[in-house]
């Protein structure tokens, strides 16, 4: 896919409301022999292999992982690992149970385990998204993305990123646990731009329109101003199509018509200013997607997201209790 500065925009903007949060949840040098089942997760998972290499089975796909290459599950699929292709696996918690676990003052918790045979040492973690499982790039990205060391080197910053994990992820220094999760936060923005550069238009699902010169440019205007009175011929003339010509090429490349993106877009958008703004009255966070009438954005909201928009906002959890729960339940449970 070819990007241009206004599908970086809105792919930005895509990216910003869903407030992706990451962690490591563990380093693990594993010795040969060794294989475990990883349970499917709410939340999504990524490996990052720093020494030796690893095989990987999630579903028909098979992949061997050497220095500096990740896998990403976007939505937690189950998936197996081990040091060779036909290696016997046992699940996750039978492992962790066997394996040796340091933490020392370390960024994160440090497993040891498997035989006597050459090892393999990776990071692992998660990514939740306070945008909800819902959001739309979601849906577009494939259940399991692997990215190469060799291809990463040739994306601006993400063959560094790699490299700092691995060896923060490892680190006793002070402040290694802040590094560790300001390197992942970025690491899902450049996992995304890396896929979004690469695969086939096909394969992108509404985000392939953002290359398109006319439909992209609409894209972006609507993007840059969703409260703004948009309908299919203002987008239209932003970008000088006929009505029936751009909601025809719309639908086509994005799935949707143009109204029904708008207005999912902005129940997104308004979501995430309701999680941000805990006190803004609802009647000012719907002027700020579009809607005049409190009313009008109330059925809009509870059509997409089943709940109206004030007791959807009541059920909110605090945000940093929220992260903390959840990153510690996982450690818990996914130590590696």
């Known amino acids: ?12 903007d895509v990216l910003r409301q869903l407030s992706v949060q990451g962690s490591v949840t563990g380093c693990a040098t594993m010795g040969a022999p060794w294989g475990m089942a990883v349970p499917s ?33 976007p939505r937690g699929m189950s998936h197996t690992l081990a040091d060779a292709p036909r290696r016997r696996t046992v699940p996750l918690g039978d ?22 045979g050459p090892q393999t040492t990776y990071v692992c973690g998660q990514f939740c998204f306070a945008g909800g499982s819902s959001h739309p790039l979601l849906a577009v990205l494939p259940d399991l993305m692997v990215l190469r060391a060799d291809e990463s080197r040739g994306i601006a910053g993400l063959e560094t990123s790699l490299r700092f994990l691995a060896e923060e992820a490892r680190s006793r220094e002070p402040g290694a646990q802040i590094a560790v999760d300001r390197i992942v936060d970025l690491l899902f923005v450049q996992v995304v731009r890396a896929w979004t550069a690469s695969a086939d238009r096909a394969d992108l699902g509404w985000l392939g329109a953002l290359s398109d010169a006319k439909i992209g440019a609409a894209l972006s205007h609507f993007h840059a101003a969703p409260e703004k009175t948009w309908t299919v011929d203002a987008l239209a003339r932003s970008v000088g199509m006929s009505r029936s010509a751009f909601a025809a090429r719309f639908s086509k490349l994005v799935g949707h018509p143009p109204l029904t993106y708008v207005t999912d877009w902005r129940m997104v958008v308004a979501a995430q200013r309701m999680r941000e703004r805990r006190d803004t009255p609802l009647a000012d966070i719907a002027r700020s997607v579009g809607y005049e009438s409190e009313a009008a954005f109330g059925v809009a909201f509870k059509k997409h ?10 059920q909110l ?19 590696v």
Do not use: I
């Open 1 to 12: 896919m070819r990007n241009t500065k206004k599908s970086t925009d809105v792919l930005s």
């Open 95 to 116: 492992v962790l149970a066997d394996c040796r676990s340091s933490n020392d003052g370390g960024s994160c918790a440090q497993l040891t385990g498997g035989g006597d």
């Open 305 to 314: 997201f089943h709940a109206p928009p004030g007791a959807w906002r009541r």
């Open 317 to 335: 959890p605090d945000a940093g209790a929220a992260r903390t729960a959840a990153t510690a339940t996982r450690r818990r449970e996914v130590a």
């Open 41 to 73: 997760s709410e939340v999504a998972m990524f490996h990052v292999v720093a020494r030796g290499g690893l095989h990987l089975k999630a579903g028909a796909h098979v992949a061997t992982l050497g220095p500096g290459d990740l896998v990403l599950f």
